[in-house]
């Protein structure tokens, strides 16, 4: 479905966030200093007991909702922004990421009106605490097959009409830390909905994922992506299961 030339899309851009003090207010500032004009910002908090809250307060003339409550974890915080959304398209923005540039919600949004597209995804920058960059993510333009090959698209980027998830449905908490890579499969493998690769550094993200925190959540991380492959019919899941981790190489050159 294209949309409609006649009105501006609105954007909902949710923030998850836990305890996450040192790191919420620099995400804040990354959204409210869009030049985009159309933004519903929504903050989804787990009851930090930190001083997040203390910082949100600061910037509650820019956050449209929020919500502070224990939840079953980040994705089902994810499930509740979307329920509460009113825009024409999704993102999320995690209170450890930040827009690359004032300029990145203007270009998603210009790549939704100026293509037949559900789905936009771009490229992502790690950057260490000093803000300095040392893994590159660029997943590329998509071809049907790639996640076969272990391909997916950096999901802090990932944007998509609401409409898809109501289709499709939101974040499975059963696949646990592969949940946004499951998501993912299930829009773009799975259902084959259009997409649009925008070639520039959309969010730069802080190290230290939680499915990559240690060797055991490394491994249950492992058994998610398969049971995930399986479940959206990947055509061999134990070579893009291997594939996977091995495209993540070419990141850090």
Not at 56 to 77: N, Q
């Amino acid at each position: 479905m294209f949309f409609s030339i006649v009105h501006d899309l609105k954007i909902s851009v949710i923030t998850v966030s836990y305890n996450a003090q040192s790191t919420i207010e620099q995400c804040v500032q990354s959204v409210i200093g869009q030049d985009y004009p159309h933004i519903e910002y929504i903050i989804i908090d787990g009851n930090s007991s930190d001083g997040t809250i203390s910082v949100l307060e600061k910037y509650k003339k820019y956050i449209h909702v929020f919500v502070s409550e224990p939840d079953k974890g980040i994705y089902d915080a994810m499930n509740k922004g979307i329920a509460l959304a009113s825009g024409d398209v999704i993102g999320i923005l995690n209170a450890d990421d930040f827009f690359a540039d004032s300029h990145t919600l203007t270009v998603v949004l210009d790549a939704f009106k100026n293509n037949v597209t559900d789905i936009v995804y771009g490229n992502l920058d790690y950057v260490k605490p000093d803000g300095s960059t040392f893994r590159k993510w660029r997943s590329g333009p998509y071809k049907k097959g790639l996640f076969n090959l272990g391909w997916m698209p950096p999901h802090p980027t990932f944007y998509c009409r609401k409409e898809v998830f109501n289709r499709f449905g939101n974040y499975s908490l059963e696949y646990g830390t592969a949940a946004d890579y499951e998501l993912m499969l299930r829009f773009i493998h799975l259902n084959q909905l259009p997409v649009y690769y925008i070639a520039r550094v959309l969010v730069k993200m802080s190290t230290g994922g939680v499915s990559n925190s240690s060797i055991n959540n490394r491994v249950k991380a492992l058994i998610f992506d398969m049971r995930a492959m399986y479940r959206n019919n990947v055509y061999f899941p134990p070579i893009a299961l291997l594939f996977k981790p091995l495209r993540k190489l070419g990141q850090f050159f």
